[in-house]
């Protein structure tokens, strides 16, 4: 089943915080986020797994809540740079699957 | 290191005709995924291979199907097109060799069907 983001889409200007959200219905093992930029390919930001492993770019943080089954992207002091739609993939499989759902994504826009 | 690259980059083709799609992976990489994007679905797995095995497939109709080849260079193929399989398709590649990998996904192939 196809994980739900929030919000949808969301505006900041230069410097502002904003959290994106991911939540599943199933339990999850992985969840892994990328961003998209219009006419490009998804790029890697974060994988989080099940038992508190991280993997990701320096830059970019993020939290998994095992329980809740939901994933929250943290992005602090926002670049013009970071426009683009965050993805988030989740897998309800164990290690060894890359089979993964994505949510339908969240546009980010950032102004000047 | 050069990264995944797709060919064609774009494709257009009438109903009924079927495709072959290409996808080159990282130098190194043995994983390649697959994946279709339209606009009402996002993102969808299509299938994954790894060392010349199909190790994981989306819920998609036998029409889609894949290879990968000893180079781990990967080929998608759709038969007997359909509207609806106009989109954008991706192929991602991942190492797959220390457990969870991030994916790293070419350009894609725009197909248009007509």
């Known amino acids: 089943q196809q994980p739900v983001q929030s919000p949808q889409a969301v505006i900041l200007r230069e410097g502002e915080d904003a959290v994106i959200n991911c939540s599943s219905s199933?339990?999850?093992?992985?969840v892994h986020w990328y961003r998209q930029k219009h006419g490009e390919a998804p790029v890697f930001l974060m994988i989080?797994?099940?038992?508190?492993e991280q993997k990701g770019h320096e830059k970019i943080s993020a939290s998994f809540n095992e329980k809740k089954q939901q994933s929250s992207l943290y992005l602090t002091a926002s670049q013009l740079s970071y426009s683009g739609t965050y993805f988030c993939?989740?897998?309800?499989?164990?290690?060894?699957?890359?089979?993964?759902?994505f949510g339908k994504g969240t546009k980010l826009s950032v102004i000047p | 290191k050069a990264g995944v690259t797709q060919t064609p980059r774009y494709l257009i083709k009438t109903r009924g005709q079927q495709v072959t799609l290409s996808c080159s992976p990282i130098?190194?990489?043995?994983?390649v995924s697959w994946y279709q994007q339209t606009p009402g679905q996002g993102l969808q797995f299509l299938f994954e291979?790894?060392?010349?095995?199909?190790?994981n497939k989306g819920n998609f109709p036998g029409r889609f199907s894949g290879r990968q080849f000893s180079n781990s260079r990967s080929e998608m193929n759709v038969s007997t097109l359909e509207l609806g399989d106009s989109a954008l398709y991706l192929c991602?590649?991942?190492?797959?060799?220390?457990?969870?990998?991030?994916?790293?996904f070419g350009p894609g192939t725009r197909l248009t069907v007509l």
């Open positions: 993939g989740t897998s309800d499989s164990g290690a060894g699957s890359y089979q993964l759902t």
């Open positions: 199933k339990a999850l093992y992985s």
């Open positions: 989080l797994l099940k038992g508190g």
């Open positions: 991602a590649s991942s190492p797959r060799d220390r457990g969870y990998n991030e994916q790293f």
């Open positions: 130098s190194g990489h043995r994983s």
């Open positions: 291979y790894f060392s010349e095995t199909q190790r």
